[in-house]
Every structure is written in structure tokens, then in C-alpha cells.
């Protein structure tokens, strides 16, 4: 098989490694004979070897700061670790300043609930009854472009391990993707990779898929977004940390054995843009293997029962490198390894190629003596490879020893912590005036009804609004059986404890084109409406997660998009009081010079104390009222009419009120604790036309809507009233029964309300009284071609 | 004393705990069992769950279909112990040689989960016996390798000595000839379907019906029957 990249990775560092020896001229001779090792001494006695330092992505004065650490050169092992240690991807180099808001702006009732936070592999929340919840959602954007199959695959890998570590069985995923434009040819390949790699791999996982996102723009097509959330349950007692600990204590490799897979991939991939003319790097994507990974699960949740570990951490970026200097870093500060003690897959991997190898299904432990063979008992009966390769020492340095000379001797906070951090520059965007100046509200709006029917169709068969059911129905929702609520319902639910019921409700998103047109109000946007979708399943929303995909932070202005959707979003979870619990950032999304719009996926977490209140998103029953709350303006600037009607994005997007959004969610949990909400579903891309749409075939139930009260009322116009995106807006069904109450709970709450329609159990379609009537087969009809018209037909 | 019920985990299982939640459910006891032992610890029925066995390497089910457990099961399927086996498990038993036929990528290429009407052609199985002549159900179906095969010889026998047990209606969700989604053998106790029955016995976690969203529960009486049966026995 052809492996330029990983031959590149590979040969830079046998350079390393042969020229410190006496004569790389012998070297094809003595291929069959070992190489001279470049260990501490060697590196010591050539202070002036040239090193391939920029070919690994360090910049000059990375590695004076690496030999200033050491007081002398690095050895070829160090230099693997520093570069992937200090790459972009594992250091936050660029983004960590700005980060730091999410652990500074924060209240005491934000800290209440967080029993881990930013930092660990995952941030772990209290929902109640002895029970804690652990998510995150990451980044696998550059792998998915390459090998669309392996690099999503290996994206749910990542992150479920990330959750295992917790100590937590993980219990459920969602993925948020961005495709190219779904008419260019290359799409269909990314697609069709992506979601088979995914089904593929978390289905063979059983664990069941409970929402996300799917969206198209050509902004992503030379670079798509493949983001992976994951979220795992746990009791309190049962939070387990990545640290090395105890002196004398054993250090454990266990789970697939190490190949010459994903070298560099971190270091290389994520920190690189898709060059044309590069060499082609898919070697560097790993490949994953959900059984082993299956059997992984189960191995560790029952070494966790057993209480057979001390300090766990999972193998991801850099590998070996990344979990012993992270270990070390946690705990006492000391380890010895003897990385011949390493199971190969390849036995002719050299020690930088096992120390930067990111194969999949690998995880690090920290035994105590007395408990090792307990450990190896479990281990064997999962039949799951594992070698002891050294332990934890109070030396304060983290050694390596690799063919009995020592070629790893650091202090692992200098690789795994303190690494360069930059404060990049900034600059505000010199197009982004124009572009906000543009605004939408000066387009044409219809007024006759034939037209303003045919564009609610359009809408619902755009490629963003379009049923998704083509990727979600190669999903498993139904795999351990606590799935409560899935798509198409705006959150996933998952019941926790099955006798009292107590649940979690998840939901993510993003809209890149609001925080095209202002990053700070898009991310809080995001926020809004992952906020609200939690909500409208009746769950409270707890705390948060975020995936930040953006250009080049080499580019000022992509920094200062960075830095504008960071406090936006950090600002907007202090005024929710929501905690940020951690999150993943992904940089150099772009295609030559032109990045991606900036995506900041945000995640929210809510907790719901029985999940049979939860509150689908469409009506089932006849006769119910139909009511809209919240206030609908003049918000065309950025919508979902704006960009698929008139091919247009410009303006300023929605005004978000998080007080009000805040307000909104009381309400509906009041709602939601009386059992007055038959069903509740959010207004977002595509207004006030896509909601009720999505109501009515939620279950194939009709309505029959007025909207003259609303436009008199909101002083609007038929477009602005069918298709703005105006936040913090519902629409919920309510039992005839319970018309007062819940009348009286709106105004209780003084939150804006209106009757807008009944729903019809006889007609089965969207009925707006004096404008027009689309019976449920068109809905369903425009809703659910437009994926399988690209991307092949499935089952009916 | 409840019948007990066995479920067998293998490595790669992922519906054996949804397994036992149905045996459950039913008032029967679940008794989980390990792939790698010799020991039926004396249960009186034999659930093989759904998932992916050894990762579905070489075929599905055909790696497990060799685990150590599976000589006892072999003997006891013999012996007239109800078995059922749930897609994965269903794929065990035709590679096992207890179900004629095979189990073979679905005809479109893809995984599909939907919620899956069925007919129950055969209620006096074991696993039947609980629904009315020709019964119409809805569970979860979830599978990528799900499309039943067989010789034309094969075929007929199963058709005109009735043991096609479930057949898929409205649509063939995979490309199983004569839409067939389960078989039962001659005696009725060994019983294997794609669908999923235990994702179907708790309101809430089932599919959605015409009167509530996820209230479906049909697959309950698979179980109950089970249980019917070996109450019956007893």
C-alpha cells in the first residue's frame, strides 16, 4: 500500500535516528540489523545534529524552547513528542487565552452541579440520585475529508473512549456534520463515507444515535466538519482521573496492540491545510475497529467495578506520547517505561514511529502491585492484549528506555502542559461592515398565496431543512433500550436510572451562517438554540459542551472571529448559568486561503427527574390548540428564506435575549411538571412555515392555523410571519382541558403568547386559513426526496 | 418458582441486556450467561441476543455459532429447550445449522433500523404461542446483514410445512426471499428473527403507535409466550 505521509513521518525520524548514529551510509546494509538508537547520551555528545524539527510542525523558536527546556538537543524520541505534544491539536497554542473565560466567567450556581470540569478528558455533571453524567463532543474533520470512512469511524471511537475514562459506560451519541454543497460531486463520496463510517462504528459499539446535525454549504466542501458528541452515565463514587499516582505503582497498556496507523495524524493532519499539490496523506488516518473497541467497554467498566485502577486515561492524539506525559503530569510527576515492552502490530516500528502511532482501541492504566493480577484476570477473560510497561516513580521525570538506552528523559509537564502558548493576532475583518450593511429585509417578499406555498416547499426540501431520515435510519436509536426521545425530535433523551426514571435530554447546534455575519451573537445563538431544543423536550438544561470549528489562526481574522464567538459564547453561558464542562477546538478548517464559516457547535446537556414528562415535537391528537410563543420580527438577515429563496446571506442575524430564553425554558418545565404540553417543538432555520410543517408529520396528525392575529399583533407581513427566525419562539399543543391553566402559566410568567391554530385529525395536512393547504403526502413528499435523490434510494 | 430465562453474552453482544430486561418484564427470571463456559446453570429457556458477535468477522454469527456455550445449546435446542435468537442470534442459529438458510447483506448496501410491521405466521412455536392466527406487529428492525436466503428446495419446505414464523409486510426491508424475517424449526422451540422483539415491551422505549409516541409493545408476547410454555411444562 502506498503510505507517502506516514513514509515521510517515518523517514524524517529514522533521519533523526540514523545520523546520529556512526554511518547512515551502512544503514541499507544493516536493514535487517537494528538501527543506532539517537538516545540522551548521543544527544549529548551531538549538540549540532541537525533535526527535522519543521518538518515535524515546530517553528524555529519551538525548538531553541525545547532545547532551553532540556538544556540540551532533544533526542529523535523527545523531538516526536514535543512536536505532537506542542502541535495545535494537543496544546490549544492558540486558543488557550481565550478559553480561560469559560472557567473565569462563572457563578457558584454554575459551579454547584460540575464535579469535573475543563481539563479531564471529559467534564462530569451531578443530575441527581447518586448518578453523574459525562459528555463531549470533538472534533474529526481533517481525517473525514481524507478517508471519510475511517475518519468518522475513528471520530466516535475517540470520543467514547474519552468518556470511558471517566469511568463511565457510555450510553449514547450524536454527530454534527457540515457537507460540501449537495449538488457538487464530491459530496456524495464525503457523505456516503462519513455516515456509513459512523453507523459502522457505533452501531457495533450498541450505542444508540439519538440526534445531531446535518448541514450543506460550500463553505465545507474542501473541508467538511465531522464533529463527534458522546455521553456516558456513572454513579459519584465511580469518577475515575487521568492521573499516575503512588510510586511503585504499574503502568498498563491495554487493548489493541500499536501499528504504524495515524502517525502524525495529529500533529501533521490537524495542524495542516489540504494542499493540492501535497503529497497524499491518508496513511496518516487510523483505523478503527469498533469490536475491539466493544470489548474494551466491557473490559473496563468491569475493571472499574472491581476497583482494579487507579488513574486511566485513553489513547487518542499522539498516543503514547500524549497519555504517559499527561499521566505523569496529573500525578506525582515520575514514570519509567520500557517501551520495548510495547505489543507491536508491526514489529518494525521504531521508538518515535510507537510513541507518536495513534492506533485506535488503546488505553493507558495505573495499577497498584497487589492488584495486578486481578487486573490481568479481567483483562484475559475479555481477551484484551495488554503489557505492563513500567511504573510511576517519584523522580519528578518521565524516562524512556528503549532498547536498554534511555531515550526519553523530560519533566512531562514541559511536554504535556506547559507548552508554547501564542496570543495571535487580531484583526477585524475588513469585509464584514459590507456584509452586515447587506441585509436581507430589502429582498422581495410574496405575497400571493401560490407563491408563499410553493416557497414553504421549497424550504422544507432544501437540502438543510430536508428530512435527514437517509443518514439518521442507519443508525441504531433503539440499542439499550432507555431511548426516550430521538431524531426527529429537537433533543435526545435518555432514561439513566429505570426506576425512578431520571433522564438527560442533549441537543447540539450551530448555525455557520449567522456567525459568519457576527460571531458573537452566532455562537450565542447556538447556544439559544441548543438551550431551547433541550427545553422543549421538558428537561432543564444543565451544562454545556462545544466543538469551535474555524479557519486558520495564523489568519487575524479568523482569530478575531475565534476570539468574538468565544466571549459570546462564554458571556451567554454566565447569563444562563450553565457551565461550559469542556470541549474540543478545531483549527485550519479551510480550503486554500478561504476558511470555513465560523461553526462553534454547542452542546447542552438537560436533566429531567422522570423521562416520562418528556414532551414530543409534534401532535398526536385531535382538537388540541395550537399556540405560538414568543414574538416574531423583521429577522430575514441570515435565515434559512434568505440563503434558499434568493441565494443570499448579509445583515445581522436574530437578536438573542438569553433572559428570555431563560423565561422560555421555565415555562415549559412548569408546563412540562403539570402535563399541559401535548407537544412543544422549537422555531429555528426555516421559522414559524418548517415548524408547524414538522409538527404535522411528526405523526401525520394535521393543523389548522390563522396568522392574521399574529401579524396584527407583531405588526408583520405574511413572508416575515411564515419564515423569520426571530428566537425564542415555541410552538406547543395544548390540550383543550388545559387551555386556562396553561394560559394562566404564560401570563404568570408574562410570556408573550398566542392561539394560532387547532389541530385536525381528519385532514391530515398544514392548513393556513385563507392562504393555502398542503395535504401530509406533499409534505412528506418534498421533505424526504432531497436526500435520497443524491444520495441513492433506501428503504421505504 | 419463575421459569429461568438465559441470555448469553458474547464478546460483541449488544442487546443482551435488553434481553434480560424483556425476560423481566415478563415475570420470568434472566440469568445471564457467559460464551466462554461449558454451563447452562440449569435455565429453562435460551435467549441468543442481537449485536455483533467477534465483530461479525468472517460472517455473522458464524464465529459464535462456535463459541463453547454453544454445545450445550446445540444439546438442549436437541432436547426441545425453547431458543430464540434475536438477529444476531437469529444469524448464530442458521450458521449453527438449528434454522435452515443464511443471512446475507441487505440487498441495498445499508445498515437500516425502522420500526418494522410483521405478520406472525406461526403461533404454535414456544415463542408464539401468545398471539392470535396471523397477528400484525410492529418492532424495531435494526441490521446491516439481514436478508434471508436460501435454496429453492428450502424454501418450499419452510413455506409448505409452515415454518416461516414472522414475514415482513408492507415492506421487505432487506431483500429476504418471500419476505421472511424468522423461521421456526419442526418443533416449534427453536425460534430466530431479524427484528427486535425486546426493543418493544416498555411503553416509552418502544416505537411510536397511532395513539403515543414510543408506546409501541408488541414484542412482549415472544417472551410471554416462553413463559406460557414453560409454565405449561412446569
Known amino acids: 500500500m502506498s503510505n507517502t505521509a506516514e513514509t515521510t513521518a517515518a523517514s524524517t525520524a529514522e533521519t533523526a535516528a540514523g545520523t546520529a548514529g556512526t554511518a547512515s551510509t551502512t544503514g541499507i546494509e544493516a536493514g535487517a540489523s537494528r538501527p543506532p538508537v539517537d538516545s540522551v547520551e548521543v544527544a549529548m555528545a551531538t549538540p549540532d545534529k541537525e533535526q527535522p524539527y519543521a518538518a515535524l510542525g515546530l517553528k524555529p523558536d519551538e525548538y531553541e524552547q525545547i532545547k532551553a527546556i532540556l538544556g540540551r538537543r532533544p533526542t529523535s524520541g523527545e523531538l516526536a513528542m514535543y512536536s505532537v505534544m506542542w502541535s495545535e491539536h494537543c496544546s490549544y497554542k492558540s486558543s488557550k487565552i481565550y478559553l480561560k473565560q469559560f472557567g473565569s466567567k462563572t457563578t457558584e450556581k454554575m459551579r454547584k452541579n460540575l464535579m469535573v470540569g475543563i481539563g479531564e478528558n471529559a467534564g462530569v455533571v451531578d443530575v441527581g440520585e447518586g448518578w453523574a453524567v459525562t459528555f463531549k463532543v470533538e472534533s474529526h474533520n481533517h481525517p473525514s475529508y481524507i478517508e471519510p470512512f475511517q475518519g468518522a469511524a475513528t471520530g466516535v471511537g475517540g470520543i467514547v473512549r474519552d468518556i470511558i475514562s471517566m469511568g463511565a459506560r457510555p450510553v449514547a451519541v450524536m454527530d454534527q456534520l457540515r457537507f460540501g454543497a449537495i449538488d457538487n460531486p464530491d459530496t456524495a463520496r464525503v457523505v456516503h463515507g462519513v455516515v456509513g463510517g459512523i453507523s459502522f462504528y457505533a452501531n457495533c459499539l450498541g450505542l444508540p444515535n439519538i440526534g445531531g446535525e446535518t448541514y450543506f454549504d460550500a463553505v465545507y466542501q474542501g473541508n467538511p466538519l465531522v464533529n463527534a458528541l458522546a455521553v456516558g452515565v456513572l454513579r459519584h463514587e465511580d469518577i475515575h482521573l487521568a ?72 489513547l487518542g492524539a499522539a ?24 505489543l507491536l502490530r508491526d514489529p518494525s516500528l521504531n521508538a518515535e514511529e510507537i510513541l507518536m502511532s495513534e ?12 492488584k495486578l493480577d486481578a487486573f490481568l484476570a479481567v483483562v484475559a477473560k475479555w481477551d484484551v492484549e495488554t503489557s505492563v510497561l513500567g511504573e510511576v516513580t517519584d523522580t519528578g521525570r518521565l524516562i524512556i528506555d528503549w532498547r536498554g538506552e534511555q531515550i526519553v528523559n523530560v519533566e512531562p509537564r514541559t511536554v504535556a502542559v506547559d507548552g508554547p502558548v501564542y496570543d495571535r493576532p487580531v484583526a477585524y475583518p475588513t469585509w464584514i461592515d459590507k456584509l452586515q450593511a447587506d441585509t436581507a429585509a430589502v429582498l422581495p417578499r410574496a405575497t400571493d398565496p401560490e407563491e408563499l406555498r410553493a416557497q414553504t416547499l421549497t424550504l422544507l426540501g432544501s437540502a438543510n431543512l430536508a428530512s435527514k431520515s437517509w443518514i439518521t435510519d442507519q443508525y441504531d436509536r433503539y440499542v439499550m433500550g432507555n431511548t426516550a426521545l430521538s431524531f426527529p425530535d429537537d433533543g435526545g433523551m435518555i432514561r439513566v436510572d429505570e426506576e425512578s426514571g431520571l433522564g438527560f435530554a442533549i441537543a447540539t447546534d450551530a448555525n455557520g451562517r449567522y456567525c459568519q455575519l457576527d460571531p458573537y451573537h452566532g455562537a450565542q445563538l447556538a447556544l439559544a438554540e441548543a438551550y431551547r431544543n ?46 461550559v464542562t469542556g470541549g474540543n477546538v478545531s483549527f485550519y478548517n479551510q480550503t486554500g486561503t478561504a476558511p470555513i464559516h465560523p461553526t462553534p457547535v454547542v452542546g447542552v446537556l438537560g436533566v429531567i427527574d422522570d423521562v416520562a414528562r418528556r414532551i414530543p415535537s409534534g401532535w398526536q391528537d385531535e382538537g ?124 404568570g410568567r408574562d410570556y408573550p403568547v398566542l392561539r394560532i391554530g387547532v389541530t385536525d385529525k381528519l385532514d391530515a395536512a398544514l392548513d393556513i386559513q385563507g392562504l393555502f393547504h398542503i395535504g401530509l403526502a406533499e409534505l412528506l413528499g418534498a421533505h424526504r426526496a432531497t436526500l435520497p435523490e443524491r444520495f441513492g434510494e433506501t428503504v421505504a | 418458582m419463575a421459569p429461568r430465562i438465559g441470555v448469553v453474552t458474547f464478546p460483541g453482544s449488544l442487546d443482551d441486556r435488553d434481553a434480560q430486561r424483556a425476560v423481566r418484564l415478563v415475570g420470568a427470571e434472566a440469568v445471564p450467561l457467559w460464551h466462554g463456559d461449558h454451563d447452562l446453570h440449569g435455565v429453562d429457556a435460551i435467549i441468543l441476543p442481537g449485536g455483533f458477535s467477534y465483530g461479525d468477522y468472517l460472517r455473522a454469527g458464524a464465529i459464535a455459532s462456535l463459541s463453547p456455550i454453544m454445545s450445550e445449546v446445540i444439546d438442549a435446542a436437541g432436547a426441545g429447550m425453547p431458543v430464540l435468537g434475536i438477529c444476531n442470534g437469529f444469524q448464530m442459529l ?9 443471512l446475507i447483506r ?41 436478508g434471508f436466503i436460501a435454496s429453492a428446495d428450502t424454501i418450499a419446505r419452510l413455506e409448505g410445512e409452515g415454518l416461516v414464523a414472522f414475514r415482513y409486510l408492507e415492506v421487505n426491508p432487506n431483500g429476504s426471499m418471500n419476505d421472511i424475517a424468522g423461521l421456526t424449526n419442526p418443533a416449534g422451540n427453536v425460534v430466530g428473527l431479524m427484528p427486535h422483539p425486546e426493543h418493544a415491551v416498555e411503553e416509552g422505549f418502544g416505537p411510536d403507535t397511532s395513539s403515543a409516541m414510543r408506546s409501541g409493545t408488541d414484542g412482549l408476547l415472544l417472551f410471554t409466550s416462553a413463559l406460557h410454555s414453560l409454565l405449561a411444562r412446569a
Request: aromatic fraction near 6%; glycine fraction near 12%; charged fraction near 20%.
Open chain 1, 534 to 579: 433541550v427545553a422543549v423536550t421538558g428537561a432543564v438544561p444543565a451544562a454545556v459542551t462545544d466543538c469551535l470549528n474555524f479557519g486558520s489562526p495564523e489568519n487575524p481574522e479568523v482569530m478575531w472571529q475565534f476570539s468574538q464567538a468565544v466571549a459570546g459564547l462564554s458571556d451567554g453561558c454566565l447569563e444562563l448559568e450553565i457551565p
Open chain 1, 243 to 314: 492521573n499516575a499516582s503512588g510510586a511503585g505503582n504499574k503502568v498498563v497498556l491495554f487493548g489493541a496492540r500499536t501499528g504504524g496507523d495515524g502517525i502524525g495524524g495529529a500533529s501533521i493532519l490537524a495542524s495542516d491545510t489540504f494542499d493540492a499539490k501535497g503529497p497524499t496523506k491518508r496513511p496518516a488516518v487510523q483505523v478503527g475497529d469498533p469490536f475491539a473497541e466493544k470489548v474494551l467497554i466491557e473490559c473496563c467498566l468491569e475493571l472499574f467495578r472491581e476497583k482494579l485502577v487507579e488513574g486511566i486515561q485513553d
Open chain 1, 359 to 370: 492506533s485506535q482501541e488503546r488505553m493507558m492504566a495505573v495499577v497498584t502491585p497487589e
Open chain 2, 106 to 146: 441487505n440487498d441495498h448496501g445499508n445498515f437500516i433500523c425502522r420500526d418494522q410491521r410483521l405478520r406472525v405466521e406461526n403461533t404454535s412455536t414456544a415463542w408464539t404461542s401468545a398471539f392470535a392466527d396471523g397477528a400484525e406487529i410492529t418492532i424495531p428492525l435494526k441490521n446491516g446483514e439481514g
Open chain 1, 319 to 342: 498516543g503514547i506520547s500524549c497519555a504517559t506525559s499527561e499521566l505523569a503530569s496529573n500525578g506525582d510527576g515520575g514514570m519509567y517505561i520500557e517501551l520495548d515492552k510495547v
Open chain 2, 94 to 102: 442458521a450458521e449453527a445449522h438449528l434454522l435452515p438458510g443464511g
Open chain 1, 624 to 747: 388540541n390548540n395550537i399556540y405560538l410563543l414568543g414574538v416574531t420580527k423583521t429577522e430575514l438577515d441570515g435565515s434559512a428564506w434568505a440563503g434558499t429563496i434568493h441565494d443570499h446571506l448579509g445583515g445581522r442575524p436574530p437578536v438573542v435575549d438569553l433572559g428570555r430564553e431563560a423565561a422560555l425554558a421555565g415555562l415549559l418545565h412548569a408546563g412540562a411538571m403539570q402535563s399541559l404540553l401535548a407537544s412543544a417543538h422549537d422555531l429555528s432555520d426555516g421559522g414559524l412555515a418548517q415548524a408547524l410543517s414538522e409538527a404535522v408529520m411528526r405523526f401525520g396528525v394535521g393543523a389548522r392555523v390563522w396568522l392574521e392575529e399574529l401579524m396584527l399583533r407583531d405588526g408583520v407581513d405574511l413572508t416575515t410571519a411564515l419564515f423569520s427566525e426571530s428566537t425564542g419562539r415555541v410552538i406547543v399543543s395544548v390540550p383543550r382541558e388545559d387551555d386556562v391553566k396553561f394560559m394562566g402559566l404564560c401570563e
